[in-house]
């Protein structure tokens, strides 16, 4: 058995969770659920980033201690997660007092690659981020997201130094040592690698109060990257405890517009670190409402509560992991996902469990055991590959099989000529058949599942409701 460590990444939580965090859970949860049925022992990370002055800005407008705002906000996203069926076993708040010990001890093990240096460029306030004179040009000196013009910035920070690691994380992204999803991606990032300067890690304590004091130095508070990137290992007890049980993670999700982050300025921590870099990273795309961006002022944003309330988890789950793609960007809109509900889960899968249950119990059949279920090889290949969708989609045309098969084999017309050996033989057919299929289901729909498998023992029985009622 194995052991196995795969990250999410952690939301800053100056907002509400939204449909594009359910994806990064829902990808490392299928991902987890699939490392177990392997025999995989796995540990799987969520948590919250906490500090910078925009969440001290919003504590501050809301007239309550930031403390105060920080827990009750965390505490969204965890309630969130555990709406979307998804089980991890540990999460970080980077203002635990551990982490922040934790981090500091990092900053002083990697000194040799930090050095204080002027900065004297472009600064987005809404961002909470350094603009380089390229953006800055790109983008006519105004913020896309925030349609504010950028601050011109002068003051002292510590800076890493990425110069130290090029070599080697070109190296591992190229050797797939460090394996980067969509491989598409991978072009853009060593671009990206080679254009990359030596990275702002601090700030003035003047300019950034909420965040882990630089240690040694107590005019210079740490700026987002080392404290956020570090989670992944301070989760582990890193530096105190040897990782090496868990570490390298198996693989890390993130989304597409935070991957250049978790390519270029995380491997260079780790590297400094003597650490091994993550086996995979794989990032996602983004969810558009109709094919347009979600956003508060054009009033188009799909509250994921919403959704989780009306339909439910699996339905939920079904949605986001089967019609949602696992790299590109996606959409959604109401009507694709009650047609999705209504043609696919309802039909294709609660008809057919219903409809081969009744089946059952009428003809009096009964498996005399059940068959012990191997995952078949090109739904693992899909799966290993962190395809996942594809995998789903595999795994649902073999449910639309069954159907068919139902259809083609009229077990009613057995059962009214009275041939009941070969009505048994091909209830046991179609129901063995259901429990291969039930098996790769698992991961995607473990509450679904886990009724199937219950529903399909020795002695069958109907469910008392349908699995998915039609809306
Ligand atoms: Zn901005």
Partial sequence: MGKVYITTAIPYVNGVPHVGHAVDYLLADVCARYQKQLGNEVRFQAGTDEHGSKIWQKAKEQNIPVEEYVAANSKKFQDFISKLGVEYTDFVRTTDSDHQERVQKIWEKIKDHIYLAKYEGWYCSGCERFITDKEYEENN??????????????????????????????????????????????????????????????????????????????????YVWMDALSNYITVLSYPDEDISNWWPAYAQFVGKDILRFHALIWPAILLALGLELPKTLSSHGMILANGQKMSKSIGNVIDPLEVLEKHGTEAFRYYFLRHVDTFADSDFTWEKFEDAYNNELANDLGNLVQRLSTMCKKNNFS?????????????????????????????????????????????????????????????????????????????????????????????????????????
């Fill in 141 to 222: 000196g105004v913020c896309p997201d925030h349609q504010k013009p950028y601050e011109k910035l002068e003051e002292e920070n510590y800076y890493l130094k990425i110069s130290d690691f090029k070599d080697q994380i070109r190296d591992a992204i190229e050797s797939h040592k460090m394996l980067i999803l969509p491989e598409f991606r991978e072009k853009e990032i060593l671009k990206l690698l080679e254009e990359s300067p030596d990275v702002s890690i601090s700030r003035p304590r003047s300019q950034l109060t909420w965040g882990i004091p630089v240690p040694g130095d107590d005019n210079q508070v740490m």
């Fill in 367 to 471: 498996l005399n055991h059940v068959p012990e279920i191997k995952l078949e090889k090109e739904y693992c290949d899909l799966m290993n590959e962190f395809r996942f969708k594809d995998a789903f989609d595999f795994a649902w045309e073999k449910v639309q099989a069954i159907n068919k098969k139902i259809d083609d084999e009229k077990p009613w017309a057995l059962a009214k000529e009275g041939n009941v050996e070969k009505l048994n033989q091909v209830l046991s057919g179609l129901v063995v058949n259901l429990l291969e299929v039930n098996e790769l289901l698992k991961p995607f729909l473990p509450e679904t599942s886990a009724k199937i498998a219950e529903i399909f023992t020795n002695e069958i029985m109907p469910p008392a409701e349908p699995l998915f009622p039609k809306k």
